[in-house]
């Protein structure tokens, strides 16, 4: 029996293991190696970079460069890039939640029915490549595309409004792109909503969309924040789509990490830059960590 | 429907004046194709605990919830205190209600909960706090005000849920399966608790249970229900005592039913005599239906009116001898299986009034059962 026990325990031991072990070869140790290279000199190499540690005459050097992040803190084009970055990454967010609650919402009040074939659509969009769909908006939004020949044909405008290539494209490139993440965890939470306490609400003499400010939406607080931060996060770095529908001036911190790292070659400032961009994607992490242990302490109680 | 008004002139007997605050008139509720609610007409007369009692589909719920203003009736009207409030939504009717699971708001305190509906009415910061205390203070949970519900144990939400649906003033409150969610002894507990809570207040509820046990302690009035419809409306004991179907008899407690036939008898006869082919001996009742001779009736008796013996008993009629062939021993009272010839079975309950076990009949024993005219009633539905 005893003996049962232990290989049961030991098996579980090695499957708890299986994520640790991916996160370690996947995350952990890739974020070493660009710590490292954030941390060196550059050089005209391959790779172009200098070692931390060498060993010459008996002497063991390990040098640590801070000047990369120094440099990031004298030229204040990156902090715009961050600053624009996460401004944008925030609008878009708020924007993804003004479109994606009232969707999220009517998909779980639909018929069982009809609920699956909503959530299928607004999965099946992301069959199809990520990049094929932003190079289709680019058809779309262009002064001879779609929108604007159909606004003119229509005559609500008589010359070609100029979207692409601005920061109007950028957000609904980014609000088109991550709808479904802010939408399936509203879903999921609105689904399980207890529909018995808009009834007792109702009851209570609560009028519909007084009901909803002060029942549904403060219930379904988890399903917004993990919405907020599934958006927010990956919007922050978002690369492709300030680069392919924003302008010369769309400064995002993703575009600025390229081009350090494709136009100047400069591994060790683009890897500060990506460093720094963690630091900070960190402080929205560690506030939705230290909500979802608070709400599951709630729970235990 | 003649049933509610039959009861109706009943209990206008009674000594207090009754007047009606909720009617409802020919109410019918469809969904689809399925009648739901079918044309109930009731009357609940204010102050008074009316509870719906049938069995799980039998339309309670749905009626409850066209009361409360969750269902549009299909047709029919419902006049609360004289204002036809048949098209009020919810939030626009003076009646409020306990559900089953007690819907409490998860995201507020015990006190937020009970002040939720009040802050709707638009009181005074001072008021709601005064009108918070008193409620807890009604319920007993004053010390719990600041607990969120999930910090509550299953009758304190039961209580906070009460307080919450009293906080109002409702004109009618609603209760449905109030005591759904609780164990059986909590439940007895809360039942009288919940009733006196009701009383003290003095505010009209109806509630609906599919426990005929919570339907008798906790209201004054029932009303039997089944596929949609209302079979007898009237109080525990007229219902248990009197039933006016085989249905209402046997959905109420437990019943021995005999099929008979009607006898010829005479003008000025007090009792009425009913053979029956399950029955050497011919069924006496004291004359308490409307039946013709030749008719065939079936004729209920309560397991507990009836008696057990050894010896034959004097009387001509209203008996019946038998085997002892099963016996629930359940304490205070034990239950006789009884077989009669023919292979039908009788309950009969017995009180253990004595400790010893020496005199009671048991398994395999012949023993005569007999009951009094005045126990059996006549069904003729």
């Known amino acids: 029996m005893k003996k049962l026990l232990n290989c049961f325990s030991q098996g579980r031991t090695w499957i708890i293991s299986v994520p640790y072990i991916w996160l370690l070869l996947f995350f952990f140790i890739p974020f070493a190696i660009v710590l490292k290279i954030s941390l060196s000199e550059s050089a005209i190499a391959i790779p172009p970079y200098e070692d931390l540690i060498s060993y010459a005459d008996d002497v063991l050097n390990i040098k640590l460069n801070l000047g990369n992040f120094h440099f990031l803190l004298q030229d204040d084009l990156y902090f715009l890039a961050y600053l624009n970055s996460l401004k944008t990454a925030f609008f878009a967010t708020v924007l993804c939640l003004l479109v994606g609650y009232p969707m999220a919402y009517f998909m779980a009040r639909a018929e069982a029915s009809v609920r699956n074939v909503l959530l299928m659509l607004v999965i099946l969009p992301s069959w199809t490549s990520f990049l094929i769909r932003i190079y289709a908006w680019i058809g779309i939004l262009k002064s001879n595309g779609l929108l604007n020949n159909f606004l003119m044909s229509i005559g609500l405008i008589h010359e070609p409004l100029e979207i692409l290539n601005t920061n109007v494209a950028v957000y609904i490139g980014i609000v088109y792109a991550y709808l479904p993440f802010m939408i399936l965890p509203l879903y999921a939470n609105l689904l399980k909503m207890d529909l018995s306490l808009l009834e007792a609400a109702s009851d209570l003499g609560c009028r519909p969309w007084k009901t909803f400010l002060k029942v549904t939406l403060p219930l379904s607080k988890a399903g917004i924040i993990a919405g907020s931060m599934l958006v927010f996060i990956p919007a922050v770095g978002e690369f492709v789509i300030p680069s392919l529908l924003g302008g010369a001036n769309t400064l995002m911190i993703g575009k600025v990490l390229w081009q350090e790292f494709f136009n100047n070659r400069d591994w060790p400032v683009a890897s500060a830059v990506a460093i720094v961009m963690l630091l900070l994607l960190l402080v929205p992490i560690a506030l939705f960590n230290r909500y979802q242990a608070k709400e599951a302490a709630n729970e235990a109680k | 429907m003649n049933v509610a008004t039959s009861t109706a002139t009943m209990a206008d007997s009674a000594k207090r004046p009754e ?12 969904f689809g194709d399925t009648k739901a609610v079918n044309d109930v007409s009731l009357e609940i007369r204010k102050g008074e605990i009316f509870a719906l009692l049938g069995g799980s589909g039998c339309g309670k ?18 006049i609360l205190d004289g204002q036809d ?54 319920v007993h949970m004053s010390k719990y ?21 009293l906080a109002k003033h409702p004109k009618l409150l609603l209760l449905d ?36 046990e919570e339907a008798m302690t906790m209201a004054g009035r029932l009303g039997i229900m ?12 007229e219902v248990y005592e009197y039933p006016n179907s085989r249905l209402t008899a046997e959905f109420i407690g437990s019943v021995n039913i005999f099929e008979g036939v009607v006898n010829e ?40 009116k009836i008696s057990v013996s050894f010896e034959r008993p004097e009387q001509a009629a209203n008996w019946v001898k038998g085997t002892v062939s099963d016996i629930a021993y359940l304490g205070g009272i034990s239950t006789y299986h009884v077989e009669i010839t023919g292979g039908r079975r009788i309950q009969c309950t017995v009180a253990n009034v004595a400790r010893s076990t020496q005199d009671r009949a048991t398994w395999g024993d012949e023993v005569y059962l007999s009951w009094d005219t005045a126990s059996g009633v006549v069904l003729t539905s």
């Open chain 2, 19 to 30: 007047q009606t605050i909720l009617q409802i008139q020919q109410v019918t509720k469809m």
């Open chain 2, 61 to 78: 719920t749905t009626l409850l919830r066209m009361l409360a203003g969750f269902e549009r009736p299909t047709a029919g009207r419902i």
């Open chain 2, 85 to 138: 409030i048949t098209a009020l939504p919810p939030y626009e009717r003076p009646i409020n209600m306990m559900f089953q699971s007690y819907a409490l708001f998860p995201h507020m305190s015990v006190e937020q909960n009970i002040a939720f509906g009040l802050k709707q009415d638009g009181m005074t910061r001072n008021q709601i706090g005064d009108r918070v205390a008193h409620m807890l203070k009604l």
């Open chain 2, 145 to 165: 005000a600041r607990r969120k519900p999930h910090q509550l144990s299953g009758g304190q939400r039961q209580r906070v849920a009460l307080a919450r649906s």
């Open chain 2, 177 to 212: 399966e109030p005591m759904g969610a609780l164990d059986k002894k909590l439940r007895t507990q809360m039942q009288l608790e919940v009733v006196n809570i009701i009383e003290s207040v003095g505010v009209t509820c109806v509630m609906v249970t599919h426990d005929q």
């Open chain 2, 226 to 237: 089944d596929s949609g419809e209302i079979c007898q409306v009237g109080s525990p004991t």
């Open chain 2, 265 to 304: 008898q005479a003008e000025d006869a007090e009792e009425l005599l009913i053979t029956s082919s399950e029955l050497e001996c011919p069924l006496e009742l004291s004359l308490n239906a409307s039946v013709s001779a030749g008719m065939p009736v079936a004729v209920a008796v309560r397991p507990e």
